[in-house]
């Protein structure tokens, strides 16, 4: 069972990037998956989340309307489409992945509960 996130780099305040979780070894699907993310001397801190079968998905209030999660099933990679960036966005992104107790309704989700994660991707948001 292996993530592979991918697809961070440095980009101007207001700009646009899509991050991927690439996964092997399990079908996407079947799982709750999340994106979570860890600036420099802060805690991790849960940015989006989507639930098995794509039942419902889950924001943080801080990237709501601007960040947009999903998923294809075709390439088993799950996408973080992020818009309007700020240098608050500037963190090392990561995607995990739940099986069981509400996977099918990850907002209700603790980020303990992820039972696989990837390597990180940076953002960075800077001028």
């Known amino acids: 069972v292996q993530l592979q996130a991918s697809g961070g780099g440095l980009v101007q305040p207001g700009g646009s990037l899509r991050l991927s979780c690439a996964a092997s070894?399990?079908?996407?699907?079947?799982?709750?998956i999340g994106w979570f993310r860890q600036a420099p001397g802060k805690e991790r801190e849960g940015v989006s989340c989507i639930s098995s079968g794509d039942r419902n998905t889950g924001y943080a209030d801080s990237v709501k309307g601007r960040f947009t999660i999903s998923r294809d099933n075709a390439k088993n990679t799950l996408y973080l489409q992020m818009n309007s960036l700020k240098p608050e966005d500037t963190a090392l992104y990561y995607c995990a992945a739940h099986f069981g107790i509400n996977m099918d309704n990850c907002p209700l989700l603790g980020s303990n509960e992820y039972n696989f994660w990837g390597q990180g991707t940076l953002v960075t948001v800077s001028s």
């Open positions: 070894g399990f079908t996407l699907d079947d799982y709750a």
